[in-house]
């Protein structure tokens, strides 16, 4: 007999008392409703809204369209981006390039990051603690501080001043100092470690006995790599290259800082031009597009290889893994390995501190070209260069620092605490509608970049809402907050969720039938045990925030500014050296949180931020 | 202690009927089993008398007090039903003490904290585990933690006890010696006990009575060894006892309300006094006998009343030795006790009581003819 098929009771005036009482009485179901609604309110209408304007006519663009009345619905943006004789520099182009530089950028950071896993997973290349450790550091840094670093070294007449090449006497081109070239490989530089998290993850969960079953059966080291580690940790490797490519196509900060110089435009970075200089309409379609793309990518993975996920809790019971000897490769990897260090870490971010140092950039390392000025100068001693004083006696520069560590505080303690919470929902909803309602919502942020999402928000809360109960949150430091928890959801819920899972229900049912209230089974028994999964996600979603630029840089005002901003602020205004002063600070306060974290047990792994 | 009464409880899970129409009565005392295989709802039934699952249909009472009415959308909270649980995980709060997550349902119940020592302390006497009472789960060994959970179950003296699979995560010795202990607990405690399993011998050697689970339905409801003697289909036949049953074709027919069966057996005639209730087909129809391997007798010498077999297989095991006997094209295992020896093809008889045959209807599956 199917459910279907069951007589339908008859609703007695007892029956609807009980069924109100067993939905009111259970305060879970009040949590999930207004759970729902709110979400609903922070990223369902938001989205709705934003997709409203692209078909509304705004005030100014009325004089482009003669006749048309403000609140009319329009199609004049779409036609503008897509069918326009601008469309080719509006759409097509950046579209182009966005899409160039993001299979670029994938085709050399999933490779990249694979061998690199592989190389210290399963292999016993020497030193593994300490490379190990430098691998993963590239992540820990904003990609736009990268952005700063290869300008510091590659920077030509174009911008005013030279880098360390042409210091050297070494003529640096434009082609190699900005655009494409320099665009892909900084986000290669960062986005490796993507691979890098996900396939050592993979690695390390594969049981070598598989592979030693292999070798019995009498393969050799290329058939075993080829027909059962690669098909192992195929699923990871996908799962890197999809999240690289949708999250380099909507990079904003090292598009903007490489690019904008020359007139290289990203869809991203021609998107905040229009949302600056309108029309804005223009602009929240191509973050509809951006939005549409993002998706597309997503979910055509999902549907490809969404069964072969599976593969990743291949585990067995064995966790032994026997590494693979290098032999003579040993040297020339090591080789590999050290140069590439060299390479992307440490000479950049040489060039990038000793740059804080100089008097003029490429000037070479003289004592006659070296100042602290940078650092602790007054205006009166530099006149000649800059209005600005070094950056410890800038007040503008300890209002950023402020704004900076307020924003991370604040919003990593809502978004931690959102995130266990919908962790919890989503945990225990599992395969219930809310659940997965939930879980879907939740997402919705992952899909879009994010310049894409701060200009939703920017477009939703513009103005007031609701006859004022919402007010106009332009400009004002709640707005980046907001914006900023918002965005971190997907990730915050899903460090909770796997939190939440890791809190067996019968836990709370053991509790539930010693007589323990709803309240009472969240005090003793889940909070207590949520606790270390609650900082370690906290403390992820903190650098994560801290390191922001692309989220916020549509939303700051000279009050709200943070340090990401100032820098790229300085930059664009060829105050290199300031810019890359700034840039130090932050690295070194994320290195500090890092270390912090750590201690607390939280997994870089985890942080897909 | 308590009475127990299902009513036409019905539970789906979306469309998945887990639950079908089940009825059952455990009386005030018993020590009731859920037996079944993995699946078969026998956990999901416990659960509904917890109070953890809402059955979408059906009623039930604990000692007349209605606690599930579907059709009133009434659902008494698990605290409100005088029951406590032990857990097939035990559920132990990692980061309390032992002590701790023994009081903690005293402690919501506002007990003064001289009678919550007390009540800790006897549960922990009572399992033997007091000297553990500030460690934490985790520092435990299994059989620790299983009586920890038993404990903080039994300290709220509920008038029902709830043991979902509670032995199956600890090793063969340690639960013979649980087994043992849990009798005596429901001795001294005399409180209704729920207990699910799918290991027969659990079931048998505890319990006051058996509930036989299959596909979400009620199979049969006997006593530990009705069950066993008199299972009444021949799944259930299956199931129960280890060596499994044997069984063996054959054909019958009522001639003057006795069964004549025939098959590679021989030739039985059962009287009309042994058949159950059950409808008999007229005419010849196929059968199968059924008969428990400890109930064979070998003989080495030819006897009357003896069926002539050869051994096709031979497994002494210390306590028991376990025959394989081939008759026709049909084998059968025979248990005795002690160490015998035979050669492999060697000739026996295999002497039967037909009194302890059982007969099932081979199309409805169901017992016809009762083992006496």
Known sequence: ?609 | MSRIELKHIDKFYGSNHVLRDINLVIEDGAFMTLLGPSGCGKTTTLRVVSGLEKPQNGIMTIDGVEMINADDAYYAEPSKRGLNLVFQSYALWPHMTVYDNIAFGLKIQKMPKSEIEKRVMDSLKMMRIEIYKDRYPTELSGGQQQRVAIARAVASSPKLLLLDEPLSNLDAKLRIDMRAELQRLHRDLGTTIIYVTHDQTEALTMSTKIALFRAGELNQVATPMELYNNPIDLEAADFIGNPRINFVDGRARLVGGDLVVKSELGDHTFPAAQLTDETIPSGEFDCVLALRPEQIGIATEAVETGIPVSVYANQPAGSETIVTLKAGKDEFLAKQLGQMHYELDQKVWAVIDQDKINVYNKETTRLIKRAV
């Not at chain 1, 006859?467 to 907050?481: A, E, K, M, N, R």
């Not at chain 1, 969240?522 to 801290?546: D, E, Q, R, T």
């Not at chain 1, 990401?564 to 930059?571: H, I, Q, R, V």
């Open chain 1, 1 to 609: 007999m199917a459910k279907r098929n069951l007589p339908k009771k008859p609703l007695t005036g007892k029956r609807l008392k009980n069924l109100i009482l067993n939905v009111v009485k259970n305060p879970f179901n009040m949590i999930v409703l207004v759970s729902l609604v709110i979400l609903f309110c922070l990223i369902v209408i938001p989205l709705l809204t934003m997709v409203k304007t692209t078909f509304v006519m705004a005030q100014s663009e009325l004089r482009r369209n003669p006749g048309a009345h403000v609140g009319q619905f329009t199609l004049y943006y779409w036609r503008y981006m897509l069918v326009s004789n601008m469309s080719k520099a509006v759409l097509w182009e950046p579209l182009l390039h966005s899409l160039v530089c993001g299979a670029l950028t994938t085709l050399i950071s999933v490779p990249l990051g694979s061998v690199l896993a592989w190389l210290m997973i399963r292999t016993d290349i020497p030193g593994k603690r300490v490379l190990g450790l430098l691998v993963t550091v590239p992540y820990m840094i904003p990609s736009w501080t990268k952005a700063l670093a290869w300008l510091s070294v590659f920077r030509n007449s174009t911008s005013g001043a030279s880098g360390f090449l042409e210091g050297l006497g070494i003529p640096v081109p434009d082609w190699l100092a900005y655009g494409p070239i320099a665009i892909v490989l900084c986000m290669s530089m960062h986005y490796y470690a993507f691979s890098y998290i996900m396939v050592s993850g993979a690695l390390r969960s594969i049981n070598s006995e598989l592979e030693e079953m292999g070798e019995i059966q009498g393969a050799n080291k290329a058939q075993i790599l080829r027909h059962i580690t690669l098909p192992l940790i195929m699923p990871s490797v996908l799962s890197a290259l999809v999240m690289t490519i949708s999250k380099s196509i909507g990079t904003y900060g090292v598009a903007a800082n490489l690019g904008n110089r020359i007139g290289y435009f990203t869809l991203a970075t021609k998107m905040r031009t229009y949302i600056d200089n309108g029309p804005q309409g223009v602009g929240y379609a191509m973050s509809l597009v951006l939005v549409g793309l993002a998706a597309l990518i997503i979910f055509g993975n999902q549907k490809i290889v969404g069964v072969r996920k599976s593969y990743a809790t291949v585990g067995g019971k064995g966790g032994r893994s026997t590494l693979m000897p290098l032999g003579g490769a040993k040297v020339p990897l090591m080789a590999f390995l050290f140069i590439f260090l060299f390479l992307a870490m440490v000479m950049p971010f040489f060039v990038l501190i000793m740059e804080t140092f100089q008097v003029t950039t490429g000037g070479g390392y003289a004592l006659s070209n070296l100042t602290l000025y940078n650092w602790i100068g007054t205006v009166d001693q530099a006149q000649k260069y800059t209005n600005y004083p070094g950056i410890f006696r800038n007040p503008e520069f300890f209002s950023a620092a402020w704004n900076t560590v307020r924003l991370s505080i604040i919003a990593s303690i809502i978004t931690a605490f959102c995130g266990q919470f919908l962790g919890y929902i989503s945990s225990r909803g599992r395969g219930r509608w809310y659940g997965n309602l939930t879980e879907q919502i939740v997402f919705i942020p992952y899909l879009m970049s994010g310049v894409a999402f701060s200009t939703m928000y920017f477009s939703m809360f513009s103005r007031p809402h609701l006859g004022g109960l919402i007010p106009s949150l332009y400009g004002t430091f709640t707005l980046i907050v907001l914006t900023s928890v918002v965005k971190h959801f997907p990730f915050a819920s899903k460090s909770g969720t796997a939190n939440m899972l890791s809190i067996s229900t019968e836990l709370e049912e053991a509790a539930d039938i010693a007589g323990a209230s709803f309240w009472k089974r969240m005090i003793s028994i889940i909070i207590p045990l949520a606790k270390n999964g609650f900082i370690s996600g906290f403390m992820l979603v903190f650098i994560s925030i801290a390191k922001e630029l692309d989220l916020i840089i549509i939303m700051m005002t000279p009050t709200t500014r943070n340090l990401s901003f100032l820098a790229f602020t300085y930059s664009q205004e060829a105050l290199n050296q300031m810019a890359d002063a700034i840039s130090v600070v932050i690295l070194l306060f994320i290195l500090v949180c890092y270390i912090i974290a750590h201690a607390f047990g939280a997994d870089l792994g985890k942080s897909w931020g």
